[in-house]
Structure formats: C-alpha cells, structure tokens
C-alpha cells in the first residue's frame, strides 16, 4: 500500500521584515545578513497571531474539507501553549472531526517526521487522510541585540500544511521512501533550553532564547544530509542523476550550495530555495518550499523529489517521493 | 608531514581566495581565516580522496583540523585505526 501527498498549502504573515530594518540592532549590515545567509527578508507574525492560527490558514489553503481529514499532525518548536500544543487549537479553529491531534517537535526535521507518520498511518489504514500542518512564530523569541545577532538574523515565521492520503491522482506525490536518524550527543549544539526539567529553577534569561554552535551545525548538517540522501537513493537503486527536485529545508543559503555541492548536482537550479525572501522558518520550510514548487506548475509525472532535513538533537534524514 | 600535494594545495587555493597569503605548518588556519566552517566540508572530503582515509561524521570538528600539523598528526591516527 502506498501513501501521497495529494494537497499543499502555506502561509506567511503580512509583515515583511528587512535586512536593513534588523540590521542595525543586530551589530550586522544588509550585506552581511545576505552574504552569510542568502536571506535578504523574512516574514514575522504580529503580536495576535499564533502559531495555530498560521497552521490553520496554511492547512485552509490545501483546500482540503476539514470533514474528509481525519487526523491531524502539528509539527512545530513554538507552540501556541507549553502543553497542550498547538494541534488541538487547529481542530477547534477549523471544525475538524473529534479526530486524534498530535503534536510533534523535531523542530526543522518535523516535514520529515510528519511525513513518515502521516505516511504509517495511511498504509496501515490507521486513518485516509491526515493533515501535517507546519509553523512557527519564532519572532516572539528572537533577541534583537548585537549578542544574538548571527541567530536571530535567520529566522521567520510562516506555515505549511500537506495533506497525506491513501490514494493519490495524477498531481500528487508518492511517499517513496523517508530515512531518518539521530545523534542526541549534540543536544547544546542547537535548540532552546527552558522551559524544561533539566534547567527547572536554574534557568537563565537566555536559556530560554535560540542557541545555536554555528560551525558544529553547518559540519554536521553539511554532512549528515548528504549522507542522508545517499541513503534514500542507494536504497531505492536510484543515483542523484534521477532527481529532479531538492526541495531541502531552507536553513542558510550557503549551506543549500554546499548540498547541491555535495551531492554532484548539475544543475543547481533544480534545488528549490524559497529562503531570500521568507528565512529559515525551522518547521515549516520545507513545506513552504514544496508548495512553491507545486504551485509553480514546473512538476511533471514521474519526476523524483529528494527532500533532506536537519534539525537540533541532532536529527536528520531525506525524503524521496515520486510525481504521480 | 605526509600530506598528499593536493590537500596542501587545496588549502593554499582556499586561503588565497580567502586573503590568507601564507599557510605554515602552525597556523591557525580557522583564526586565520584560511578556512571556515563551509571550506572544511570540502576540505574533508579532499583528506578523504587523496589520504585514503573515511573520517566520521563525529570526528568533523574543528579541533581535528586546527593546523597542517594537527590534520597531519589526524590523519596518521585515522591510518592507524584503519
């Protein structure tokens, strides 16, 4: 049995936000921003919006009726509330089904874990459709100081949702093959410390803020994903000469050159990168850049896509999926 | 010092591109700015094809590849386990 994204959708608040409006409060110019990002402008949400409300209206732009999902995947690492999460505000907000909600927080690998799931669920018949909304609104988290500034200039807010399904007609995509791997040792490497048990009452200010070792995750990630993606092709009998798409999660434009480096691809333009003009917005860039490239019209049947992806834990793996 | 000519030569090119005229033996090359953290992606991958040696992803930190003598001195290490 087989599984398919069968509908996308995204969504990026109205406010768009400069290099040169965050430059100067980052200790940073324009240019350095755009030379060691790629990132010329990100989307940030404002003060009423929340992370739900942007996975409802990604989730509404599949133009999937909420009668036919029956379950629902919420992937992301700003939840509207510490518990529960942000899957049950979807549900009330969109009138779903009573049907399970469940968040997960694999922060820029969720696309890929919320893939697998999804994918799980159809083929064991768990469920026929389930929805994989994708958000953030990291703005809110953001330190605009000079002493966060190389993190604070990534990120964005925005949201994606698939739509995972049984069945899928000439349009959607196969689910081939998800790999997925960790390596919990770098755990201080990337991510947000408090809250939580190990810090609880000893928490400091920025423990609560992104952290982020930049050399560690661009020596792993440079490197994990591409392995990753060997692993999807080998063991699929496929080599990167068969690929069509990467669609990767859209973390640093240097880092989606040292991929396409890495990976021997001819021609680089076959890499999607949505990140000059939305950021790297962690959970749902991957998504944001699937849909892009759906809505572009440029997909043709039988084209393979290879989606790679890391993430704080570290995590990492790719995705391979197939133009029906 | 058993480093094949093109690994050295890969790390010349890289500092000329990068500003750094010369690369002795000791230099600090991430200090330098004879490489970052992009360039010793590549760099490892060049160790890897002319050294004969895999390295893991675990071992890719900067620590290993400070210097021509201390990437000398890892590769001679990788060679021994191997």
Redesign the interface.
Known sequence: MSSFITATGSYLPARVVSNEELAEKLGLTPEQIFKSSGIRRRHWASPREITSALGCTALRNTNVSAEDIDYLIFGTMTSDRFIPGSAPGVQAALNLREVPCLDIRQACCNTLYGLQLASALVTSGLATNVAVCLAEVQSAFLRLSPQAGTTSMLFGDGAAALVVSSQGEAGALEIVDVHLAT?G?YVDDLGIRAPGSEFNGRAEPQDYEPRMN???V???A???ML?ACQTVLDRNSLSIDDVSWIVPHQANA??LT?LA??LKLKDVSRVVSVIENTGNTSSASMGIALDTLRGSGDLKQGEFLLMPAFAAGFTWGAALCRVV | MSLPQPVIEFLNNNAATLGVPQVAVDLDLFKSGALDSFALVDFVTVLEEHCGIRVPDAEVIPANFRTIEDIDRYVSSRRLES
């Open positions: 390596d040792k930049g050399q560690s661009i020596l792993q440079s490197r994990r392995s240097n880092l040292q480096r890495g």
